[in-house]
């Protein structure tokens, strides 16, 4: 079974990656992922200068995923950008997480990973739904639209965006239409975090976590219907454009899902979190024996391939 891809002219060991923000903090996180069995993985986004993030506790497990509400804590584009010009591309692809606080936050930190020249791949996050005060951009669609304008007449390379989860069809449409606009626009990773959900303790009647009043952004088991619809969705509606799954994986038979709807790549938040980059081996083994067991022997046998009926 050969689980090996190409995506944006690199060559993939298996489409398996963090999401960004799951173990890729700092150095020590970021060397597990490199020395684990993903394919690729990406930074955690990062802002002009460095943050500290929300107050504490801001991530808990449920039984069912997670909530969180980090608020951006990074270690500012510079140790990212320094970091992944280090980096040996020969091993496994890279890419950068860009979440800029504004704007113009985002064209200055755009401006300086095209002079570093990196072969990163950048992953626009548009989709941040955590920072008091700050709406996620691609909910307010001539936002986005400008955004997306002016990164672009910024940046030399095809980039990707990583977006919030939508819930009508009206907004995959007008959604998709934006990003057609943009050819440099490569690729696009649904979803985010479901932004703004509450979880609650029944015994201490209180919420799981301090900012926003206990409301957070949740991944994990909750989310998969949702992201492998945004998945399909984006799919359909941009051929020009590779999508990423992000959602609710946890299990080979999740990546397959999320393959079979469209994604090229699937990345693993939640239970990446829950279990550490041992998780990319076992859903590495999981996704050949359901292959081998369907008597597929590559990707391409069933990506994209979803049945209607
Ligand atoms: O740091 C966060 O609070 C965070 C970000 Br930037 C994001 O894009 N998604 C998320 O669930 N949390």
Known sequence: TDLSTRFLDCAFANPLMNASGVWCYDQTELDALNLSAAGAYVTKSCTLEPRAGNPEPRYKATPLGSINSMGLPNLGYRFYLDYVAKHDYARKPLFMSVAGLSLEDNLAMVREIKAANVPAIMELNLSCPNVPGKPQIAYDFDAMDAMLAAVCREYDKPFGVKMPPYFDIAHFDAAAEILNRYPQVA???????????????????????????????????????????????????????????????????????????????????????????????????????????????????????????
């Open 187 to 309: 690729f696009v990773t649904c979803i985010n975090s479901i932004g703004n959900a509450l979880a609650i303790d029944t015994e201490t009647e209180t919420v799981l976590i301090k900012p926003k009043d206990g409301f957070g952004g949740i991944g994990g088991d909750y989310v998969l219907p949702t992201a492998l619809a945004n998945v399909n969705a984006f799919f359909r509606r941009c051929p020009d454009k590779k999508v990423i799954g992000c959602g609710g994986v946890k299990t080979g038979e999740q990546v397959f899902q999320h393959l079979l709807a469209g994604a090229s790549l699937v990345q693993v938040g939640t239970a990446l979190q829950e279990e550490g980059p041992a998780i990319f081996a076992r859903l590495a083994d999981e996704l050949a024996a359901l292959m081998a067991k369907k008597g597929y022997k590559t990707l391409g046998d069933f990506q994209g391939k979803l049945k209607t009926l």
